[in-house]
């Protein structure tokens, strides 16, 4: 079934691809997607999210999120990557995604905070340390540590 669904999405991208207008030599025109994301729980969704859709598009990149609501705004460029594309691809990364319309509550949560799309990725709501995070504990941060930095101090 997993390879069934990561068949399907090579294959919604190939067909971006092939329907991608002629360019003029001017660069792609960007736009911010707001997307209800469940599942979210720290920062580290947010990564694994903004690393898968950059595979397919090295210009898509989340810009801002609200873990404990469950809303992120993508830009993206519409021509190549499509709204429903990349609710697709991050669905299929285990984080059930929808595309919010401009009329819903999160929406205008999200948008009325002061983001720029050349900045970085901000996030609000849960953190790796809050309660309903993914479950690290200090003994697993200190394993880890441990594994790739040698004894522990």
Not at 29 to 44: A, H, M, P, R, Y
Not at 122 to 141: E, F, L, N, V
């Amino acid at each position: 079934m997993k390879v069934l669904t990561k068949y399907t999405a090579a294959l919604l991208f190939l067909v971006s691809i092939m329907l991608l207008p002629v360019s003029n030599g001017k660069a792609a025109e960007t736009i911010d997607s707001v997307f209800q994301v469940k599942n979210l729980s720290c920062g580290s969704c947010l990564a694994r999210i903004n690393f898968n859709i950059r595979r397919y598009d090295p210009r898509a990149k989340i810009i801002t999120a609200n873990i404990g609501k469950g809303g992120i705004i993508v830009a993206h460029s519409p021509s190549f990557m499509p709204r429903e594309l990349l609710a697709f691809i991050i669905s299929d990364l285990g984080y059930p995604a929808t595309v919010i319309s401009p009329s819903d509550a999160l929406h205008k949560e999200l948008f009325k905070k002061n983001y720029s799309s050349a900045g970085g990725l901000a996030s609000q709501g849960s953190t790796c340390c809050s309660s309903g995070s993914c479950g690290a504990t200090s003994s697993s941060w200190k394993a880890l540590y441990k594994r790739y930095f040698g004894k522990n101090k």
